[in-house]
DNA sequence: ACTGTTTAGGTGTGCGTGCAACAAACTAAG
DNA sequence: CTTAGTTTGTTGCACGCACACCTAAACAGT
């Protein structure tokens, strides 16, 4: 019967994952939908040129960078190429190290970011936020906190 | 300063929206991993074979299956074709309206579905649910009801 | 120095996805 | 019945990502 209990908590479970899910992909699409529209900028560069932003001196490894957005190594090359291009970040070599390379966040990148950021903060405000209560934030956050302390890096 | 503490609180639930991507990404790729590993099966495909499983005569259109899975109607077609490649799934006709199609699951389908349900099941309980209290089960499912219920279909 | 191992980053390739355009079938208005 | 508009599923195309592999540089032990 302690069998039996276990497997109904699990389909219970089950369903607040998979909501968790959804949600999860519906906001995030939202969310690049409309900084595409409004600035032309993917929620993945969002995402590096705002990690960026945080570092200091405003340059990070690429191998630090990666694990930061959640990207594989290539999957950052290549990113890191388009915004290149575009001139939002530069590669510059690491003097201690021959083989390092750093994306640094150029002052266009910046201006770029400025400009796309109240857009993002407004999407995760009407998504995500504002169906929420304040005191609950608390406790996703603790939640969360957990969740990565147990999952670990991949 | 109500400016000033509303964007302190923005700041601050900003890491919150963050943390849960992140959180979320990992999840989904330590299963998809183990899945993959484990039954040859993408956790995109997992999904709709469950969708299908828990449907009415194990059968679903096209398109409501699209949005249940939370994928393009054309990514689910190319999905279905390496389903049905694999002898998962059949396509079957509607009677009642000819362009329409019934994605249909096959014997072989619940056979792999079933198959590999303990690993999945086993994955989100390690990963997802073993972080939390089931209390706090609770507080996340009432959560993320308000969330798909405020952002509505894309 | 010298050879084997590890680490950082980039490249070739294949896969999966979404968008736009399309054909077929339903629906509604005349 | 005819015609215009909508809905359903599929296809061409391009994009972005990960995996496997590669080169160069750092490090280790002898």
Same mark, same amino acid.
């Given at each position: 019967?302690? &069998?039996?209990?276990?497997? =109904?908590?699990?389909?219970?479970?089950?369903?607040?994952?998979?909501?968790?899910?959804?949600? @999860?992909?519906?906001?995030? =699409?939202?969310?690049?939908?409309?900084? &595409?529209?409004?600035?032309?900028?993917?929620?993945?560069? #969002?995402?590096? &040129? /705002? @990690?960026?932003?945080?570092?200091?001196?405003?340059?990070?490894?690429?191998?630090?960078?990666?694990?930061?957005? *959640?990207?594989?190594? /290539?999957?950052? $090359?290549?990113?890191?190429? =388009? &915004? @290149?291009?575009?001139?939002?970040?530069?590669?510059?070599?690491?003097? /201690?190290?021959?083989?390092?390379?750093?994306?640094?966040?150029?002052?266009?990148?910046?201006?770029? *970011?400025?400009?796309? $950021? %109240?857009? #993002?903060?407004?999407?995760?405000?009407?998504?995500?936020?504002?169906?929420?209560? %304040?005191?609950?934030?608390? @406790?996703?956050?603790?939640?969360?906190?957990?969740?990565?302390?147990? $999952?670990?890096? %991949?």
């Amino acid at each position: 019967m302690t &069998l039996l209990r276990d497997e =109904r908590l699990t389909a219970e479970e089950l369903v607040v994952w998979r909501m968790l899910q959804r949600a @999860q992909v519906r906001i995030a =699409r939202h969310l690049e939908a409309e900084l &595409l529209v409004a600035h032309d900028l993917p929620l993945a560069s #969002y995402d590096v &040129l /705002s @990690q960026l932003a945080e570092a200091p001196e405003r340059r990070l490894r690429m191998n630090d960078l990666a694990g930061r957005v *959640l990207l594989s190594r /290539s999957g950052l $090359t290549r990113l890191i190429d =388009r &915004l @290149q291009r575009d001139g939002l970040v530069n590669r510059e070599a690491c003097e /201690s190290d021959a083989r390092g390379l750093f994306a640094v966040l150029t002052d266009a990148g910046v201006a770029r *970011l400025a400009e796309a $950021t %109240p857009t #993002y903060l407004r999407g995760v405000r009407a998504h995500f936020l504002d169906a929420l209560g %304040p005191d609950e934030i608390g @406790q996703v956050r603790e939640l969360v906190a957990r969740l990565t302390g147990a $999952t670990g890096a %991949p």
